[in-house]
Every structure is written in structure tokens, then in C-alpha cells.
């Protein structure tokens, strides 16, 4: 090994931290100071644990008061990548993620009824918007209280139980949305526990007994396992029975209720280790021999560790550029403290009037973790996004038909962290450590291995809202734009111009990079025909890339039960190869067949094309600019090779 001797004592404080995640985005309307990450150009990083809690057998305690210190000292020059690793290898990976959180989202503060959330819905299909995760947010239950500490001046945010003026069936609503592959998410604040007011109340006093009941309402206690224990039961199990997907822990009230009582350990971070663990739940309530559903975590970041807990909810952003600005960068360096998972609120939940910025900051969810839009109760933050021109409209539609199309590549990403802790928003430093360009352009990164993004923070100028910036392009492969595949040759820094209805958005040539046809329901929809684009090679190149596949829900992949399939481009010169090994590996749910469309953008004719040896036609894609070739089915576990010779 190769390394630079350095000394190191525990004193030496930091100056080269790439920075980390925060907390919450709550009432921020622009730069703020971020938590240290594990990265630095120091080469090195410590986590001080002394003092913090155990945890063991489901419960928290204090430390022996003999246990004098504990630090993590992470030791790694240049090496991103293997710090990153050890993260994991301290505190274990970032699970896997349910994949349709993955997918569109839509959400807003507002008193809907049940005709209203149908309205929602049709609408998406209407407007040809895709659609997978409807939220529900706190008008879903009554808010009645009398009692309690409350929250922003209202007791009302609390509740469990379901305002049947509003939704009048909730498990008809949710069987509904659920036949149409739509998941339901509810909202909930549960700082003050179940209260006389609840439904289940008078179950769940009976449950925990006279000893917790004598004195009146018990508190709210999340060091009690007993207590809450029984809390999770009650206060879910009706909605849970309904069917929906997951709760949405709101928590806010760190400020109020700082430490779980009897602990030095803060509320959120715990909670969130109790939500995550609650939702993780046999797919049948016998639960015997039955496959179980992975974790589905959607509340703030509680810092180290929480990366076992995705996916995070950022919190209600102010909506304008200069937020939009440092929500990329944000995206960016969470991905250094193992925070790989943001549900941003797409346009701010505060504010953001403004078409121009609400599209913009819609293109940079092209790029995210999820594609989720949220706003605090108002007539005119409604977010769907054909309110907010005409013009604004078709921009949005083509990133979410865009953010469908690349559902296969996203998911794929996703499994790297799981593998290697590797974010999927990567700041370019991680891939190029030993480049100093890789660390003067904060508002540009890596979204998974093949694509590059660069999201417009700006008002454009004239009647196109046209925006020109600089953008770094690594070197070793040329860059293609998504949009309107101009080339961008790699190892320089070039001037980008964008209109409202492009984005600097790069693919890798010489890559396959994996997509699908465009699905209303991106994350559920089977991949029964892969679309495979390789923008163009170098001669003699040959590179590739692996698609990851599995159920999308269960805890299946930790047991093996997935499907990978390894991608090939190849550039002979007058003849270029692309190959789709077989699918090796198995999960429920695979499809048994897949046709395959292997686009060629930049490839204006051949002379001949063979798909397995045999001859058959390419036909020429206007907006691609390039050939398609389109298969027949084949058993997925077949290998499928293209081949086009006298390629121009």
C-alpha cells in the first residue's frame, strides 16, 4: 500500500470537512450550517460515542459509569469509498428500500374528502402524470383534544381517529387506491400519546392497567416498552388493518421534550428506530412462515445511525431559489453521513409561487431519491403540476415520464448503497478523489454511477427562461445530455445553456444504461421489456453495467432471493455489441419473459443488424436522434445480444 505517513492526536480539530446532513429544513429559507460528515480532506474522521446510551434488548440504558470512552476513528486519505464502507461495517448498511418510495408522491396540507383524493387521482391519469404514493395528511383524523401539550399553538395535531365527515369509508378509499397500485400514507404527531378523545382509547387503557391509568391520562413515555408497546398497537392497528402502506412520523417536538425520559438520548432518533421496526410486518396477519415486509421509515434525519431508517423526510423548506440552491448541495453532502434517502418537499412547502421555480426545483426531483411534492394548507400551493401553466406543464411531464423511464437504473442504485454505502446523490469528490475540479462545484454530483447532474438554482432571462452555466464533466468518457443529447466531451469545464424545458442532466457514454417503457405506476409496474440506451463509445471500449431486480418490498434480497443482469456495450470500431446476460438469480414476482429495445441515440444507420445471429429491422427515433432496435420476448434467463455492423 501506498500512503502518506500522519500524525494524529484527539485533540486536532477538522478543516477539510466535506460537511453531512441536518436535522430538519423547518422554516429554512436558505444556507445554513450542516453537521461535520464522515468525509474529509483531512483523510480522517472520529465519532465520539462516549457517554451515549445502549441499546440492547429493545431498550435503552445508561452506560456503566466505568465505561470511561468510546470513539470511532475512521482513517482513510483519499479513499471515500472505504470510509463510507466502514460505516457500515461500525453500524450496519442502509437497508433496502420499499421501491415505489422511490417513485411519485403526491402530498399536501388540505382537508381533503374521499371525493376529493379520487378527483387527486384520476387527475394524475388524466394529465398523464405517473402516480404511487398518495399521503394523507392530518385532516385524515378527528382533532378533538382538550388535553395535552400540542404543538405550533393547536392540541388538534394529535389524533388517531378517522374524520368520517370527511372520509366516510377509509378502508373502501384505500382497498380502492390499493387495486390501482397506489399507496396510502398517513400523517401522524404523537407527542401526546392516545387520549380519552381516541377511539381506541378505552382498549388501550385497559391494556396497560390500573398501575399506568390511576393517576389519569398516561404521558407520553417512549422509554417505556410496555407503554409503547401497546401505543403502537392501538393507536395504528385500525389504519393498519385498512391497508396502508406506512406512517409518516411527524415528530417536531425535540424542543419540547428533548430526552426520552430516563435516558440521555433524544426523541427523534429513537422514535425512529421504533417506527421503522413496527413497520417491518408479515405480508398476512398469521405471520406463519410468510414473507415480511423491509422497514419503511419516512421522518427526519436523527443523525449517525439513522441511515438504518430510511427513507428521510427533509421538513417544510421555504420555497424559492436561493433554498432551492442549498437543498441540492444539502442532497449532496448527506450522502457523507450515510444519509442517502430524502423526501424533499418539491417547490417548498413554505411559499414558492412561482412556476419558473416550482419547475425547476421539479427537475432537480428527477433526480432525488424520490419524487414527492408537499405545501402547508393555502388555496394557492397546490402543487399538481398542471395548475401552473401550460408551458410548465409539458417541462414537468417529460421529468416525470423521465423519472418513470429510469426506474430500473434508480433501483439498481439503490441496491450500491445497500452493497457499498455508496449514496445515490454522490458529490463528484467520491468518484474523484485526486481531482481538485471535483471539489469547486457544489451544486453538480453523480446520481448513481452513469448519470451527472447539475440542477438549475436560477430565474432564467427571456422568453425561454433560458439559464447558461458552467459544468464540470469528468474525464474518461464523453456526457450526453438526457434531454436533447448534445455531447460534452469529459475532462473540461464547458458553458451548459438551459431553457425551462431542459436541465443539465448527462448520461456516461459508452455505458448501458437500464430503463423501462414508460409505466403510470413506475415503481410497481413488472419490467417485462427492458430498455437498454447506450449513448456513444469510444472504439474499442467495452463496458458494463449490472441491473438489480427483486420484489420491491420484502425482506427477500437479504436472503438471497433477488435477480441481477449484467449489461454490456461494446465498440469494435465498424460494429457495436450490445449485450443482455441472462437473469441469474430468482424472487417472487419475476417476470418469466422480457422483450428488450436496445436505443441507439447518435447511431444514424447500419448496415445490418442481428439480434442473436438472426436479421431484423432498426427503425430511426426523431428525438433520440438514433436507431431502436426492438426483440421479441426471450425467457429472461436467456442472453440476448444485438449486434450492428456499418454503423454511421
Known amino acids: 500500500m501506498h500512503g502518506k505517513e500522519k500524525g494524529w492526536c484527539l485533540t486536532d480539530g477538522q478543516s477539510g470537512n466535506l460537511k453531512g446532513a441536518l436535522c430538519t429544513v423547518d422554516g429554512i429559507g436558505g444556507p445554513v450550517e450542516r453537521e461535520e460528515g464522515l468525509l474529509s480532506r483531512d483523510g480522517w474522521f472520529l465519532i465520539n460515542d462516549t457517554g451515549k446510551d445502549v441499546y440492547k434488548n429493545g431498550k435503552l440504558s445508561f452506560r456503566d459509569r466505568n465505561h470511561v470512552q468510546d470513539f470511532y476513528l475512521f482513517v482513510y486519505g483519499t479513499d471515500y469509498k472505504a470510509a463510507l464502507k466502514s460505516l457500515a461495517a461500525v453500524s450496519g448498511p442502509a437497508p433496502m428500500t420499499r421501491k415505489y418510495v422511490h417513485g411519485a408522491w403526491y402530498c399536501r396540507w388540505w382537508p381533503y374528502t374521499a371525493d376529493d383524493y379520487r378527483e387527486l387521482v384520476a387527475g394524475y391519469h388524466e394529465h398523464n402524470f405517473p402516480l404511487d404514493i398518495m399521503v394523507f395528511d392530518m385532516d385524515w383524523h378527528k382533532k378533538v383534544y382538550d388535553q395535552g401539550t400540542g404543538h405550533a399553538f393547536t392540541r388538534g395535531w394529535s389524533g388517531y381517529s378517522w374524520n368520517r365527515e370527511l372520509i366516510p369509508d377509509p378502508a373502501g378509499l384505500i382497498r380502492e387506491f390499493k387495486d390501482k397500485d397506489v399507496y396510502v400514507v398517513l400523517n401522524e404527531h404523537p407527542h401526546d400519546g392516545l387520549r380519552p378523545e381516541d377511539d381506541a382509547y378505552p382498549a388501550f387503557a385497559r391494556a396497560l392497567g390500573a398501575s399506568y391509568t390511576s393517576e389519569g391520562v398516561p404521558v407520553f413515555d417512549a422509554g417505556d416498552p410496555f407503554y409503547m408497546k401497546h401505543f403502537m398497537k392501538y393507536a395504528h392497528q385500525e389504519a393498519d388493518s385498512m391497508g396502508i402502506a406506512f406512517w409518516w412520523l411527524d415528530w417536531q417536538q425535540d424542543y419540547a421534550y428533548p430526552l426520552v425520559r430516563g435516558t440521555s438520548t433524544k426523541h427523534l432518533p429513537w422514535l425512529n428506530e421504533i417506527y421503522y421496526n413496527y413497520s417491518m410486518r408479515p405480508l398476512s396477519d398469521d405471520g406463519v412462515g410468510k414473507r415480511v415486509l423491509r422497514g419503511a421509515g419516512f421522518s427526519r434525519w436523527g443523525g449517525w445511525g439513522d441511515h438504518r431508517h430510511p427513507i428521510q423526510f427533509s421538513g417544510d423548506a421555504v420555497g424559492n431559489w436561493e433554498m432551492l440552491r442549498f437543498e441540492v448541495d444539502l442532497t449532496t453532502t448527506s450522502g457523507n453521513a450515510g444519509c442517502f434517502f430524502w423526501a424533499h418537499d418539491i417547490g417548498g412547502f413554505y411559499d414558492g409561487l412561482d412556476p419558473e421555480l416550482y419547475t425547476r426545483w421539479t427537475q432537480f426531483g428527477l433526480l432525488n431519491s424520490s419524487l414527492r411534492i408537499h405545501s402547508v394548507v393555502g388555496e394557492k400551493s397546490d402543487r399538481r403540476p398542471w395548475l401552473w401553466g401550460e408551458r410548465e406543464e409539458a417541462a414537468m411531464r417529460e421529468v416525470y415520464h423521465l423519472r418513470s423511464r429510469l426506474m430500473p437504473y434508480i433501483y439498481s442504485s439503490v441496491r450500491q448503497c445497500y452493497d457499498d454505502m455508496l449514496p445515490l446523490n454522490r458529490g463528484l469528490y467520491i468518484e474523484h478523489p485526486e481531482t481538485e475540479e471535483a471539489y469547486k462545484h457544489p451544486g453538480e454530483f453523480y446520481f448513481g454511477d452513469l448519470i451527472l447532474g447539475a440542477p438549475v438554482t436560477e430565474p432564467g432571462k427571456g422568453e425561454d427562461k433560458t439559464v447558461v452555466q458552467k459544468v464540470w464533466f469528468p474525464e474518461g468518457a464523453n456526457w450526453y445530455s438526457l434531454f436533447d443529447g448534445k455531447k460534452y466531451e469529459g475532462g473540461q469545464t464547458l458553458e451548459v445553456v438551459s431553457t425551462l424545458e431542459t436541465s443539465p442532466v448527462f448520461v456516461k457514454g459508452g455505458y448501458p444504461l437500464p430503463m423501462q417503457p414508460y409505466r403510470e405506476r413506475m415503481a410497481s409496474a413488472p419490467l417485462d421489456t427492458l430498455v437498454v440506451r447506450c449513448y456513444p463509445g469510444e472504439k474499442g471500449i467495452e463496458n458494463h453495467y449490472t441491473l438489480y431486480e427483486d420484489d420491491g418490498q ?95
Not at 460494429?575 to 441469474?584: E, F, N, P
Open 554 to 648: 420484502t425482506l427477500d434480497y437479504q436472503a438471497g432471493r433477488f435477480a441481477t443482469t449484467d449489461l454490456s456495450y461494446e465498440n469494435q470500431g465498424d460494429k457495436l455489441v450490445i449485450r443482455m446476460a441472462g437473469s441469474k438469480g430468482s424472487y417472487e414476482g419475476q417476470p418469466r419473459k422480457r422483450a428488450y429495445v436496445v436505443e441507439l441515440p447518435g447511431v444514424k444507420a447500419g448496415r445490418e443488424v442481428r439480434v442473436n445471429g438472426k436479421r431484423v429491422r432498426a427503425s430511426f427515433d426523431g428525438s433520440l436522434q438514433g436507431l431502436v432496435i426492438s426483440t421479441r420476448t426471450f425467457a429472461v434467463d436467456k442472453e440476448v445480444v444485438v449486434e450492428l455492423t456499418g454503423i454511421q
